[in-house]
């Protein structure tokens, strides 16, 4: 099974912050990787998929890139809608999530 | 636009048996893959089933494997996730998603039904 890990678990940050959150997974997974935002009480939603698309309607701020075992989603300048949890996710063989980003207010 | 809406959860003794059911709309629901991924109270997402576009083919989690059965009925638009010998940490949130079969990637997503395992 392939496993994904995110780092870190939490990050505190401000408005206008850039952020980065790190997936690694335990094998190459070529580009099978989407990144999905979270609120709670709410359903997963879509941000980036084949590691560094935009889905449409996703703002521009994020953006997605690597390849084989190493990701990274950032977002360049922290807006309010943004405090959320993020999760990484392999599609290559199977289907893994990682464990979770909470971006939090610092 | 696409549309999922799942139904069915509740409150079940251990032991016991629930069926979920995720109704599809705006979308050739015949043309995606659908997963069933559930999420513990507080805890992550965790991917529990798949249902190839046509029924075909079928994989679990192995937390699920031998107690949960995945299905679907294209003429219906309607998936399902059939679920036996439900246990405490089966007590989750569960969201039907779809995945296009071309690009594989999960592009909807329901609202999410809570089932709660407890005697």
């Known amino acids: 099974d392939i496993q994904m890990t995110q780092s870190p678990s939490t990050l505190s940050a401000s408005v206008g912050d850039r952020v980065t959150i790190t997936c690694r997974a335990s094998q190459s997974i070529s580009g099978w990787l989407a990144w999905y935002q979270q609120k709670p009480g709410k359903a997963p939603k879509l941000l980036i998929y084949k590691a560094s698309s935009l889905e449409s309607g996703v703002p521009s701020r994020f953006s997605g890139s690597g390849s084989g075992t190493q990701f990274t989603l950032t977002i360049s300048s922290l807006q309010p809608d943004d405090f959320a949890t993020y999760y990484c996710?392999?599609?290559?063989?199977?289907?893994?999530f990682g464990q979770g980003t909470k971006v939090e207010v610092k | 636009q696409l549309q999922l809406v799942e139904s069915g959860g509740g409150v079940v003794q251990p032991g016991g048996s629930l069926r979920l059911s995720c109704a599809a709309s705006?979308?050739?629901?015949?043309?995606?893959?659908m997963h069933w991924v559930r999420q513990a109270p507080g805890k992550g997402l965790e991917w529990v089933a798949f249902i190839q576009s046509d029924g075909s083919n079928k994989y679990y989690a192995d937390s699920v494997k031998g107690r949960f059965t995945i299905s679907r009925d294209n003429s219906k638009n309607t998936l399902y996730l059939q679920m036996n010998s439900l246990r405490g940490d089966d007590t989750a949130v569960y969201y039907c998603?779809?995945?296009?079969?071309?690009?594989?990637?999960?592009?909807?997503w329901g609202q999410g039904t809570l089932v709660t395992v407890s005697s």
């Open positions: 996710q392999q599609y290559n063989s199977y289907w893994t």
């Open positions: 705006g979308f050739t629901f015949s043309s995606y893959g």
């Open positions: 998603a779809g995945a296009s079969t071309v690009t594989r990637h999960f592009d909807c």
